[in-house]
């Protein structure tokens, strides 16, 4: 054997560091998407490896909807100070309260409601770039988006026009007010994240591992039924989240296999442990990642009407 | 277990040809054989195919995922898939064939170890064929498969594969770049010799192309001649609580050539200063070697004035050094190339500003001769010289991938307008000239 040769897992690596490294490098203001999820894990230890000895030069930025799983903050929360960045959350609720987003009527879910808090985000601090953790193999309008994906100054991806992206030399060049996301996973598949979390012993918060959970089924999802609500005079925010009388429900052996927030996350019956039983899961597995979440199913092209109004 | 895991292999590949080829089709019966293809992906083929496809499965529309392209049935962008079997994993890039988009294949080809070529059989070698070899070859893919497909509507006839497989040998001789050439017939719609051998082939004693390209040698594909290391990022970290840090002063970056030592004589260009390399500094601890194209982070013995852009090179072989470049480009924009405009020119680590002083001809590809040329419209290639602001370090795009190429940028509208790929300097640095400032 040649020693002179990567695997694929540190062919993958190599490339994610370069491209940290050139986002370091071109960008003013650039920061990582950090939700607390296995992909923005990885990307975690990618910015380690390619900024360490020195701090983690670029602050971490997270958009909640107000429907987190609070295992992921508390990770999240904990992740981020272990790491000695700065952490920089925007809500959904603060956005309706400066009048950034207003409510869907009718609609629980606020995954689309995050476009404007991000995009507001993204003002607030003049950021120039955002490091997010997708990957190609996700979903099929993301196998067409590029590392550097370029969107106008109203936050929207043009998928017939993106920017030719040749070797390794990304053209970082931007206008003011227009601003780059960048995705150094786009090749990693599911698998090869996991591989990873195993090769460098990362933690990943436990609703990944199978755990007992109350959860009800809806539009052919197990959904996790949502924490009591506490009477504490404002309107519940997960009405309309809750089983009705009519849906089933029951204590289930779940985890999550990708995670959104809790209305968006269907769980999957399973009963892996450990990072082994997940990478074996995943192996075997004859559906697709996202097939679990709620917030893809609304068209065949939801994810790409998403990213061309400013989606993550 | 966990070994055997470790030693697999990435292979990159692209699929070209022209439109209705059959490169999704193609695409997707890799993914279905290979088993990739999950339920719920193929439970929303199959609703499409309900709603639009007169109810016939349609596996092109596994990769076409952008609306446009189910609309009009097209490819309209590289899409990149991923494939695993217990050999290797792959990385494939889907890039359209139709000549208005023939920048997005040069795309998919750059960062590609083999190039399938989609040849109808019914149509044999067309124009396409040709280009699409020709870039193949331009951006230095080592390995080339030429996929004769629909075998089935022509009655798997061995004569005429035959006849196309002749009528590529007669140019191929002209590109002359390939380490290996393979023909395969099959059918990608029906799954002949893609995954499994056809019993409809009995003529046909090669592998199935999975076959081919779970095999094909592909290790000495990265160059490990002449150290190239573009400073990508300077490493010092602010305030540091750790003592020991206080002096750290890194040079961050991606071996874009050959191995780098601990101890190793080094030159920095463009300065030409001498260093030593006294640590090679990584997350996970030092090593003594590193190779193409691994990223770490180098300390030098001595503290020189470094910073991105910068070149730290191994002293044999030397790599160019100047401002007068000659190579072939690749337009990629609606408003052609004329000689005189000025851009940025991004190679390496380094964005400098840049003039095409002059188009020296065009490529035609029926002769693959160059051709006079005012001007290049998009999808042509041709051969430029360029002056830079500051010059460049470099080797020949056929020596090196990485520091023989480059891309151009319009100033203003921040378009890639062009891929560059440099020919092999006309001499090297000479560092016993470095007392003379340039």
């Not at chain 1, 927030?261 to 004859?286: F, H, K, L, Q, Y």
């Not at chain 2, 030409?272 to 390399?277: D, F, M, T, V």
């Not at chain 2, 910068?310 to 072939?328: N, Y």
Request: charged share 25%; hydrophobic share 35%.
């Amino acid at each position: 054997m040649s020693s002179y040769h990567l695997d694929h897992l540190a062919y993958l690596e190599t490339e994610a560091i370069h491209v940290l490294r050139e986002v370091a490098a071109e960008f003013e203001r650039p920061a990582v998407l950090f939700s607390g999820g296995k992909d923005s894990i990885c990307i975690l230890r990618l910015a380690e490896k390619a900024f360490r000895p020195s701090e983690i030069p670029m602050p971490f930025l997270n958009v909640e909807t107000g429907h987190e799983f609070p295992e992921l903050i508390e990770f999240r929360d904990r992740r981020a100070e272990e790491l000695g960045a700065k952490l920089i959350v925007r809500t959904v609720d603060e956005a309706f309260e400066k009048g950034l987003a207003t409510p869907t009527p009718g609609q629980v879910s606020r995954n689309q409601l995050q476009i404007p808090v991000l995009l507001g985000a993204i003002e607030e601090f003049q950021f120039d770039c955002c490091i997010g953790g997708a990957r190609r193999d996700e979903e099929k309008a993301r196998a067409k988006e590029r590392f550097f994906s370029f969107r106008d100054a109203f936050g929207q991806w043009d998928p017939k026009n993106q920017r030719p992206e040749i070797w390794n030399l990304y053209n970082a060049r931007l206008n003011p007010g227009e601003n780059m996301r960048v995705f150094p996973l786009s090749n990693w598949t599911e698998t090869d994240v996991w591989e990873y979390i195993k090769k460098e012993e990362l933690e990943v918060p436990n609703i990944y591992f199978s755990h007992e959970r109350e959860c009800f089924h809806r539009a052919g999802q197990w959904l996790p039924v949502p924490p009591a609500h506490e009477a504490n005079g404002k309107a519940d925010p997960y009405e309309g989240a809750r089983p009705t009388e009519q849906e089933e429900h029951r204590r289930m052996i779940c985890r999550v296999r990708t995670i959104a927030d809790m209305i968006s996350t269907g769980m999957i019956e399973s009963p892996a442990e450990n990072i082994d039983d997940i990478i074996s899961e995943v192996a075997a597995a004859r559906v697709t990642e996202r097939g679990t979440r709620a917030d893809d199913k609304a068209s065949e092209a939801a994810m790409e009407d998403r990213k061309k109004a400013g989606y993550f | 277990m966990s070994d055997a895991q470790q030693t697999i292999e990435l292979l990159r590949f692209n699929t070209c040809g022209s439109v209705d080829d059959g490169k999704s089709t193609l695409i997707g019966r890799l993914l279905y054989d290979s088993k990739s293809i999950m339920e719920d992906q193929m439970e929303a083929l199959e609703r499409s195919a309900d709603i639009t496809g007169g109810g016939q499965v349609n596996l092109a529309n596994l990769t076409d995922g952008l609306r446009a392209e189910r609309e009009q049935g097209i490819t309209i962008d590289v899409a990149y898939r991923y494939v695993a079997t217990p050999k290797r994993k792959f990385i494939v890039a889907d890039t359209p064939g139709h000549v208005e988009y023939t920048r997005n294949m040069v795309t998919g080809a750059s960062t590609a170890n083999l190039s399938i070529v989609l040849v109808d059989a019914r149509n044999g070698v067309i124009e396409q064929t040709r280009r699409h070899s020709y870039i193949s070859a331009l951006l230095g893919i080592p390995h080339i498969v030429f996929a004769v497909n629909k075998m089935d509507l022509v009655d798997w006839s061995e004569e005429r594969f035959r006849e196309i497989r002749e009528g590529i040998e007669a140019f191929l001789p002209k590109l002359n770049l390939f380490k290996d050439v393979k023909f395969i017939p099959i059918s990608a719609l029906e799954g002949d010799n893609v995954v499994t051998f056809s019993d409809r082939t009995p003529w046909y004693e090669g592998p199935t192309l999975l076959g081919h390209i779970e095999s094909v040698h592909i290790a000495s594909d990265w160059n490990l001649n002449g150290l190239r290391f573009p400073v990508q990022w300077v490493n010092r970290p602010n305030n540091p609580t750790d003592p020991a840090l206080h002096d750290f002063r890194g040079l961050s970056g991606q071996i874009a050539g050959g191995i780098v030592k601990v101890g190793q004589e080094v030159l920095v260009l463009p300065s030409g200063q001498k260093s030593r390399i006294q640590e090679i500094w990584t997350y996970d601890g030092p090593l003594e070697e590193a190779f193409c194209p691994q990223s770490v982070t180098l300390r030098l013995e001595d503290d020189l004035d470094i910073s991105r852009g910068d070149t730290i090179v191994g002293l044999d072989p030397l790599p160019g050094h100047s401002a007068e470049l000659a190579g072939r480009v690749c337009w990629m924009n609606p408003r052609p190339l004329t000689a005189g405009k000025k851009y940025f020119l991004k190679h390496g680590t380094q964005t400098v500003q840049a003039m095409v002083t002059s188009l020296e001809s065009r490529i035609d590809f029926e002769t693959f001769e160059p051709k006079e040329a005012s001007e290049l419209a998009m999808n042509d290639i041709g051969e430029v010289r360029i002056r830079t602001a500051k010059p460049l370090t470099y080797d020949g795009y056929t020596a090196n991938r990485l520091t023989g190429s480059f891309v151009l940028v319009e100033p203003g509208t921040n378009a890639t307008v062009a891929a560059g790929m440099l020919h092999p300097p006309a001499q090297t640095y000479k560092p016993e000239y470095t007392d003379f400032s340039i």
